[in-house]
């Protein structure tokens, strides 16, 4: 079974700053998608970015990147220029993508503080 | 379309008592996931539909717990004879197979207290 690992329980990064989130996951396969998601308090999951395993190049959205490691099997989520809005519970979530299986396997999380 | 909806967002039961949760997917989804996260803890899966057909359950899937689909529309969660244990929150998600990704759109959730 797959396993996500976020040793991070918490972490805080001043505004404007950059921050990066640590995840490991455990994974027999070879093919599979990795995520991370955002929970604001009292706020539904939204997604943040995703990442693709079979490709090499690291996916960015906006100011929200990724370092994809794939043989360390690391997946770290950089935040540039940190904004209030960003304080939240992050997520690192592993789907495989075979066959039916569907379901998301979840982190334990870290909670982000954005501090002025 | 304003995403996936849950009704009840809170629900207080006392223990013994029968719950039922529902979730309003996206509406072209075809594909719907229950999850349950209790504090400090990521979302669990607990089981997902593909139109009306359950295709995976969960261990955390107790013979307490029951999961529908009927039309391949809206999904309810029933959970029967409610225990302490069972206080958390689910998480309801729908998405559409023939998407790349496949990513989940999440609903805000059904935060259940059982005293």
């Known amino acids: 079974a797959q396993t996500v690992t976020q040793s991070q329980p918490e972490m805080s990064v001043q505004e404007a700053e950059t921050v990066t989130l640590s995840c490991t996951y455990d994974?027999?396969?070879?093919?599979?998608?990795l995520f991370w998601y955002k929970q604001p308090p009292s706020r539904q999951m939204i997604l943040v970015i995703r990442?693709?395993?079979?490709?090499?190049q690291n996916a960015t959205e906006n100011r929200f990147s990724v370092n994809f490691q794939k043989a360390a099997k690391s997946f770290s989520l950089k935040i540039s220029d940190s904004q209030l809005g960003d304080a939240a519970m992050y997520f690192c979530a592993y789907r495989t993508s075979t066959g039916t299986a569907s379901k998301l396997t979840f982190g334990t999380g870290t909670r982000l503080q954005v501090t002025l | 379309d304003t995403g996936v909806s849950q009704d009840p967002r809170h629900k207080i039961t006392k223990r013994g008592q029968n719950v039922t949760f529902r979730c309003d997917p996206i509406?072209?989804?075809?594909?719907l996931y229950w999850y349950r996260q209790t504090l400090g803890q990521g979302p669990e899966f607990l089981t997902y539909f593909q139109n009306e057909a359950q295709l995976e359950k969960s261990r955390l899937l107790s013979d307490r717990f029951s999961a529908e689909r009927p039309k391949g529309s809206f999904s309810t969660l029933e959970i029967q004879r409610t225990e302490q244990g069972d206080s958390a929150m689910y998480l309801c998600?729908?998405?559409?197979?023939?998407?790349?990704?496949?990513?989940?759109?999440f609903g805000p959730g059904t935060r259940l207290t059982v005293l």
């Open positions: 509406s072209e989804h075809n594909r």
């Open positions: 998600a729908s998405s559409f197979s023939g998407f790349t990704y496949n990513e989940q759109f």
């Open positions: 990442q693709e395993a079979y490709k090499q």
């Open positions: 994974t027999s396969e070879s093919d599979y998608y």
